[in-house]
């Protein structure tokens, strides 16, 4: 079926650098959306992203996040600077329609480790 | 917002036995719930969606059932073998079309 890629699986970096997670959504899907799950926590919305906008945010989507798909390329999330409490798993996921009853395709996620 | 809440956290049984998870949401606008299967080192499979106007769906050993009244999704796996260890997700979205995941459930099936 339709699967969405992330990568890198795993990034470690050290605390203040820039780091950039890359999803390659579905090919024909519109919607796309970043969630975070720290380890042994429950997922939680980041954000969704359609038309080259940011549709919706939650509190955890900072200031020094933020996202982009440039010439409907990579979907990425950009932190920048890191902070120790960024660590954590990112899923990406991708939708055709955004419509409330429709499915969101998740990718295996990029486990992000801030030293 | 929406609350959900998921229990039991851990569910440990033996092969054969049935394994029954179950979240509780609070928005009663919540429309499409669904649940997710997170084996160690990968993402998340989509094992069964059920719209708002569904109280019961079966696919290949799997039960979703849903209480709209007590706002309380289940999940039963009839008969679990050890391949069903996993951690076990809820996920309601509500009409804004954001989702909310529960806490996970660790299952361990035994052979």
């Known amino acids: ?115 | 917002g929406e609350q959900v809440e998921q229990r039991p956290p851990h569910l440990s049984v033996r092969e054969g036995d049935s394994a029954i998870i179950i979240c509780t949401y609070t928005d009663s606008a919540t429309a499409y719930f669904s649940w997710y299967k997170q084996e160690a080192g990968a993402g998340l499979q989509l094992l069964m969606s059920v719209l708002s106007n569904v109280d019961r769906k079966e696919e290949q050993g799997l039960t979703v059932l849903l209480n709209k009244k007590d706002k309380r999704l289940s999940l039963n796996l009839t008969a679990a073998h050890p391949g069903d260890s996993a951690v076990y997700f809820c996920a309601v979205k509500n009409s804004n079309n954001r989702i909310f995941f529960g806490d996970g459930t660790q299952l361990v099936v035994k052979p």
């Not at chain 1, 990568?7 to 970043?34: A, K």
């Not at chain 1, 996040?65 to 950009?78: A, H, I, N, Q």
């Open chain 1, 1 to 115: 079926g339709p699967k969405v890629l992330q990568i890198p699986s795993h990034q470690i970096i050290d605390m203040g650098q820039m780091v950039t997670l890359n999803c390659d959504p579905v090919s024909n899907h519109l919607y796309f959306y970043w969630y975070k799950q720290i380890l042994g926590q429950q997922m939680e919305f980041l954000v969704n992203f359609y038309n080259g906008k940011v549709m919706e945010k939650s509190k955890l989507f900072k200031d020094q996040f933020s996202v982009e798909r440039p010439d409907g390329s990579y979907f990425t999330l950009k932190i920048q600077p890191t902070a120790l409490e960024d660590s954590a798993v990112y899923f990406c996921a991708s939708s055709l329609e955004g419509h409330t009853n429709e499915r969101l395709f998740f990718g295996h996620g990029t486990k992000l480790s801030v030293l």
